[in-house]
């Protein structure tokens, strides 16, 4: 019995003595991850992006472990290795900026179960650029003390951990554009203006700005300014992205920050302009946006590689997007690569680092929009490695 209890005492001694060696938090300021670091990322020292092999864009933060673009799934993309942290740009009834991606608000947060909000339920006949649901609480109509209150949830329930459901609420544009300027080595940011047409139609934002105005001021509140790549940009990196080309041009007449494009399913069309996606593909179209300061394009991955959902899930033969893109000197991010077995086509064999292969080695595109920042991370160390063999056998802890 008493030597029992000692050794349950050395046990103990041991444990908190391991912790401390290797630096695990023991009160996290939100619950732990495992492993909460990746045991590879350490802060680059200098100016700079860490690196400028083929960006790790964390979409919508680490919302693979986190309920999506709250703090901790940003911070924790952070700390796993991000280049970019990624989120979409909303507005309150109020005018302010928040990070959601959805306007209706009951898949991604606990409003359908909170009576007070109940009167607020209501049908919107033709929306504009939406997902698709128009009887629901939508953002428009919430202050941002009222939108406060709520508690997000994960997106994806039977495939990803809920256990952090009703925890965390959505979080200011401004408080995102911190969580960025904070981290330990200079980690960008890719804001989309999301549902441009649908909110400058609902929100009134102060001194009759556009919401495209209101996002770039913001940017430029924070010292965010310059062209790709100079060196105001490589201090403050950031990519304004939009689905919409009107939004693009109202940025540009703010800014000249770099912008990127992004495109729905090529059949479908833009809210704005009402053009198809793949009338905007083409050469022509290409060479215009590279004339109005759009330096990247923004594909769904199955665009540039597509399989066949109906009758089977293999590769099929890429397009020529990628070369025609470049020849503009445009880059190219596709989204959303995703670790999670459903979303991976048969013949990766259920292995992520074959689709980030592929799409690096054989399509040549110069980002991935993640939902997985580490298996990016640790994918990128093994094909464009930051640091030698010796940095990481020196940096490495093991949780
Ligand atoms: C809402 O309430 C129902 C029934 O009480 C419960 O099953 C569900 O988990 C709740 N949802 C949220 C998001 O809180
Ligand atoms: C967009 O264009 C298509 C094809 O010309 C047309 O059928 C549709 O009504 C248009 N939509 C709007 C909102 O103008
Ligand atoms: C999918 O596969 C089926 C059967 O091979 C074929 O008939 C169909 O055309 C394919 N669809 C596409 C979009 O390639």
Aim: charged share 20%; glycine share 6%; net charge negative.
């Amino acid at each position: 019995m008493g030597a029992l209890r000692v050794s349950v005492v050395a046990c103990l001694l041991l444990a908190s003595t391991l912790t401390s060696a290797l630096n695990i938090p023991t009160s996290p300021k939100y619950p732990p991850v495992v492993p909460r670091q990746s045991p590879f990322v350490k802060p680059i020292v200098g100016a700079g992006l860490q690196s400028e092999r083929p960006y790790n864009v964390a979409h919508r933060g680490a919302c693979n472990i986190y309920p999506e673009e709250t703090e901790p799934s940003y911070l924790a993309a952070i700390d796993l290795g991000a280049d970019f942290i990624e989120g979409d740009v909303e507005a309150t009834k109020d005018g302010v900026l928040v990070m959601c991606h959805d306007i209706e608000l009951s898949l991604l947060t606990d409003v359908a179960n909170r009576t007070e909000f109940a009167s607020k339920r209501k049908t919107y006949n033709n929306i504009v650029g939406g997902d698709g649901v128009n009887t629901g609480w939508f953002i428009v109509d919430f202050t941002f003390e009222e939108l406060s209150t709520l508690r997000v949830k994960q997106r994806f329930p039977t495939t990803r951990d809920k256990s952090f459901d009703g925890q965390f609420p959505i979080i200011t544009f401004e408080k995102y554009i911190q969580i960025a300027l904070a981290a330990p080595r200079i980690v960008g940011i890719y804001p989309e203006i999301k549902s441009p047409v649908f909110i400058n139609q609902y929100v009134q934002f102060p001194g009759g700005k556009s919401f495209e105005q209101a996002v770039v001021e913001m940017l430029q509140k924070y010292g965010y300014q310059g062209k790709y790549k100079s060196a105001d940009w490589y201090a403050k990196p950031v990519f304004i992205q939009a689905f919409a080309p009107t939004s693009l041009q109202r940025a540009a007449q703010y800014t000249d920050l770099p912008l990127v494009f992004l495109y729905d399913s090529f059949t479908a069309r833009t809210q704005d302009t009402n053009q198809t996606f793949a009338s905007l593909a083409t050469d022509e179209s290409m060479a215009m946006f590279a004339s109005m300061g759009v330096v990247g394009l923004g594909p769904a991955k199955g665009s540039l590689m597509p399989v066949n959902t109906t009758t089977n899930y293999y590769v099929g033969a890429p397009i020529d997007f990628v070369t025609r893109a470049h020849k503009y000197n445009m880059e190219v991010h596709p989204y959303t690569f995703r670790a999670d077995s459903n979303f991976l086509a048969y013949d990766l064999h259920g292995d992520f680092l074959n689709e980030l292969l592929y799409f690096d080695k054989v399509i040549g595109v110069d980002g991935y929009f993640t939902d997985h920042t580490e298996n990016a991370y640790k994918y990128l160390e093994w094909t464009h490695p930051i640091y030698t063999r010796q940095d990481i056998v020196s940096n490495l802890r093991f949780p």
